[in-house]
C-alpha cells in the first residue's frame, strides 16, 4: 500500500557521545547549518513550529528592503524577481519540493486563508452528498475553517461534518477513515502530517479511495512541506496548501502556499481577487473577472512583497540540499532519538515513551515523546537552552532538522532530559500553561 523509495533504513546506533560525533563527521548535509542564525546558546528542535532565519533569507529579505527604497513603484517589474511574478515565481520553485508542475503551485495569501479558498472552491454539497469529512486529531484552524464554510453555505457541521474518531488519540487508521468515505460525503480534506504525533498520513492511497468514490479530496501539508517528499501529481490529490515558516523556513507568519491539481483550473475560484486575474490582462482592470487558469489564479490580493522576500533565500536552500536527502537525514535523526530515548530513558524513573509511528514511511519530521510532566520537563528542557515544545496533554515535540541541526544536539537533548529527572528540576515550575508554548 506504500512505498518511499528513496529510503532505505538500517541503522545500528550507539548511545555515547563519541558516536554522535561520527553521525555528524558523515553527514553529507552538515555544511548548511553554517548557513542558518541559530541562537546564541540554544538547541533549537522547535523547527517544525518556527523554521530559522538563514542567511540567504536574510540577503534575499535586504535585497527586497533595497529595491523598494531604489525603484519605488518600479519594482513590480523591474525587481530581480519582479513583485508582479513573484507569486508565481516561488510557487514554481516551490512546485519542485512536491512533485507539481511549476503553474499548479503559487505562493499566496495565509495558511487558514487558503483552506477558506480552496475548500470553497471544492465543496460543492449536492442533495444528500453534502457533508465533510475530516478527522479528530486536525489542528483546530483547520476544523474551524471547515465549521465556518459550512454554516456559510447552510449546512449545519454538528451533523454534517465527519471527524473520523482517531484509535487511540495518536493516530488514524486510514483503513477507519476510507470507512466513512460514504456517498453521503461531498469533500474529504486531511493532514498530511499529525501535528501532535507525528504520524505521517498514506496520501496516495487516501486519494486513490476517495477518488473511486466520486469524493475530492485535500490536504493540509503544513507539517510535512519541506521535511518529506510530495508526489502530488502522482498522487493526483485535487487540492493542497501549507504554510512557509515550519520546515520551509520561511519567516514568522510568512506568505503559504497552495496546490491546485491542473485538471481544476477551469474550476471558478470561491474567493476571487484582482490577482487571481489572467496576468496579461489584469490591468485592463475590467469588472468581469476571468481567472488565471493556474494555481495563481486562486490569489486574492497584492502577493505580500515582504514577507514573500525570505521564502526566496529559503527555499534556494532547500532545492540544494534536496528533498530526498533531506528526508533520509531527518529519518535518520528521528530514529536515532527514538533509538537513545528507548534504550536509556524508556523506565523508572524516567518513563519516556514514543507517540509517533516507528515505521519510517508512517512518520513526518518529528518526534511525539510523551510523559506525564511533559509540559513542565518541556520548560525545564527551555532553561537548559533546549528549545522544543510541549501540546497537551503529554507530548513534547521534538523536531531534529536536516538543514541545522546535528546529530549532537539530539544526543543532547536526551541527556538533558535525563538529567531532569534525575534532578527533579521540572519541579520548580507552576502547573499552569503560558501563552504560547
Ligand atoms: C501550522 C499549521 C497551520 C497554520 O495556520 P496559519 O493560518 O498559518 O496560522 C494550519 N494548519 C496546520 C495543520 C498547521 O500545522
Redesign the pocket.
Known amino acids: 500500500m506504500r512505498k518511499e523509495a528513496s529510503v532505505t533504513l538500517n541503522y545500528r546506533f550507539r548511545d555515547d557521545e563519541a558516536f554522535a560525533r561520527k553521525l555528524d563527521s558523515e553527514d553529507p548535509l552538515a555544511k548548511f547549518r553554517q548557513r542558518f542564525y541559530i541562537p546564541k546558546g540554544t538547541t533549537y528542535l522547535d523547527g517544525n513550529s518556527l523554521g530559522l532565519l538563514s542567511k540567504d533569507s536574510e540577503s534575499s529579505v535586504l535585497r527586497t528592503l533595497d529595491e523598494w527604497k531604489a525603484l519605488g513603484i518600479r519594482g513590480w517589474l523591474e525587481a530581480k524577481t519582479p513583485w508582479f511574478y513573484l507569486a508565481e515565481q516561488l510557487g514554481a520553485k516551490c512546485a519542485k519540493l512536491v512533485g507539481a508542475e511549476p503553474e499548479e503551485v503559487v505562493l499566496t495569501g495565509?495558511?487558514?486563508?487558503n483552506i477558506h479558498s480552496l475548500v470553497h472552491t471544492f465543496y460543492q454539497p449536492n442533495g444528500k452528498r453534502k457533508k465533510i469529512l475530516a478527522d479528530e486529531l486536525?489542528?483546530p484552524?483547520?476544523i474551524y475553517a471547515l465549521k465556518s464554510a459550512m454554516r456559510l453555505r447552510g449546512l449545519n457541521p454538528v451533523k454534517d461534518l465527519v471527524l473520523a474518531p482517531s484509535v487511540d488519540g495518536r493516530f488514524l487508521d486510514e483503513d477507519r477513515v476510507v470507512k466513512l468515505m460514504t456517498d453521503e460525503v461531498a469533500l474529504v480534506f486531511l493532514?498530511s502530517v499529525l501535528?501532535r504525533s507525528g504520524q505521517l498520513l498514506d496520501i496516495q492511497y487516501l486519494t486513490k479511495e476517495a477518488h473511486d468514490r466520486g469524493i475530492p479530496i485535500g490536504f493540509?501539508c503544513?507539517?510535512s512541506a519541506g521535511a518529506v517528499p510530495h508526489y502530488f501529481d502522482k498522487w493526483d490529490v485535487d487540492f493542497a496548501l501549507w504554510?512557509s515558516y515550519?520546515y520551509l523556513n520561511g519567516g514568522p507568519?510568512g506568505a503559504?502556499f497552495l496546490y491546485v491539481n491542473k485538471k481544476h483550473f477551469g474550476r471558478e475560484p470561491a474567493l476571487a481577487g484582482w490577482f487571481g486575474y489572467v496576468k496579461e490582462k489584469q490591468f485592463d482592470m475590467s469588472l468581469d473577472f476571468e481567472h488565471s487558469k493556474s494555481a495563481a489564479g486562486w490569489q486574492i490580493s497584492s502577493p505580500a512583497v515582504l514577507s514573500s522576500a525570505p521564502i526566496e533565500g529559503s527555499l534556494k536552500i532547500t532545492l540544494e540540499a534536496g528533498i530526498d536527502r533531506i528526508r533520509e537525514k531527518s529519518l535518520k535523526m528521528t530514529s536515532y532519538l527514538m533509538f537513545l530515548i528507548e534504550e536509556a530513558l524508556s523506565e523508572e524513573p524516567y518513563n519516556f515513551s514514543i507517540g509517533t509511528p516507528r515505521e519510517p514511511e508512517r512518520r513526518g519530521g518529528h518526534v511525539a515523546v510523551e510523559h506525564e510532566e511533559g509540559r513542565r520537563v518541556s520548560e525545564a528542557l527551555k532553561e537548559k537552552g533546549v528549545i522544543t515544545d510541549f501540546r497537551p496533554p503529554n507530548v513534547i515535540r521534538i523536531a531534529p532538522i536536516p538543514l541545522y541541526n546535528t546529530f549532537h544536539e539530539v544526543w543532547n537533548v536526551t541527556q538533558r532530559l535525563k538529567e531532569i529527572i534525575d534532578r527533579k528540576e521540572y519541579a520548580k515550575f507552576p502547573i499552569e500553561r503560558k501563552a504560547i508554548s
Open positions: 495565509a495558511t487558514t486563508v486536525n489542528f484552524t483547520d493532514p501535528y493540509d503544513s507539517h504554510c515550519k507568519g503559504a
